[in-house]
């Protein structure tokens, strides 16, 4: 039995798949909280380091810090129910 699949394109400019009666939806890169979160924390991370070099953290900042960081990316993962295209 042949399974038919479609593409499809949401509102959005995301693609989708259809596989059976199943429809997955992708969304844009830009959409994506996930990424969003870890590009900020990219950005912050650079333009402190390039504002103060001399400021130094110590294992247990950057200990809490990591793990923030860690707990956010989680929450964002268990809530992320769409893929992201490009």
Not at 12 to 41: A, D, V, Y
Not at 50 to 58: F, G, I, R
């Amino acid at each position: 039995m042949a399974h038919r699949h479609s593409l499809e394109l949401d509102p959005f400019g995301g693609r989708g798949i259809q596989i059976g009666g199943i429809k997955m939806l992708e969304k844009r890169w830009f959409q994506s909280k996930t990424l969003w979160t870890n590009l900020f924390t990219v950005v912050a991370g650079g333009l402190t380091f390039l504002m103060s070099p001399d400021a130094k953290l110590d294992a247990q900042q950057v200990g809490v810090l990591g793990t923030i960081l860690g707990v956010v990316n989680i929450l964002l993962r268990l809530v992320t129910s769409q893929g992201i295209s490009k």
